[in-house]
């Protein structure tokens, strides 16, 4: 890798920090650009580079992560959708639907005795939501 290359990784690894520490806040492509010292363009474009996934993406899937620790801890769903960040119930749900594979009434109303008993570093690394298990999934239900 170059030093260009090394110093682009640090300035997006600043921005992704940003999006998981203030996931809740409303933050958009130009914000999280200006965090990484770069264009909003080559902001996204190099983020997916080197992420995987959009930076809106990604920033859903945080807020989705936390939204689903507070649904277990028994919250209501349109108080978690606030307290996440997201402003509209229905885009909420419809997202937590696609990321999870349910619906957060039907995730809350679940029972998640087993995941009370793990250790914490277990629970976050099992519980956390990743849209490639569920084009897993969909793809073997539809197979």
Do not use: W
């Not at 600043?14 to 650009?33: N, Y």
Request: aromatic share 6%; hydrophobic share 40%; glycine share 4%.
């Amino acid at each position: 890798m170059t030093p260009q290359e090394l110093e682009n990784l640090a300035h997006l690894r600043r921005a992704r920090d940003r999006i998981d520490r203030d996931f809740a806040s409303p933050l958009d492509v130009p914000t999280m650009a200006a965090t990484a010292l770069m264009s909003p363009a080559h902001f996204a474009r190099q983020f997916k580079l080197a992420y995987g996934e959009t930076p809106y993406a990604y920033l859903m899937t945080r807020r989705i992560e936390r939204a689903m620790a507070l649904l277990r801890d028994g919250m209501s769903v349109t108080d978690t959708c606030m307290a996440v960040g997201c402003t509209s119930l229905g885009s909420f749900s419809s997202r937590f639907s696609e990321i999870v594979g349910e619906s957060p009434t039907a995730y809350r109303a679940r029972s998640h005795g087993a995941i009370d008993e793990l250790p914490t570093c277990i629970t976050k690394t099992q519980t956390r939501p990743q849209r490639s298990r569920i084009r897993e999934a969909a793809s073997t239900v539809a197979a």
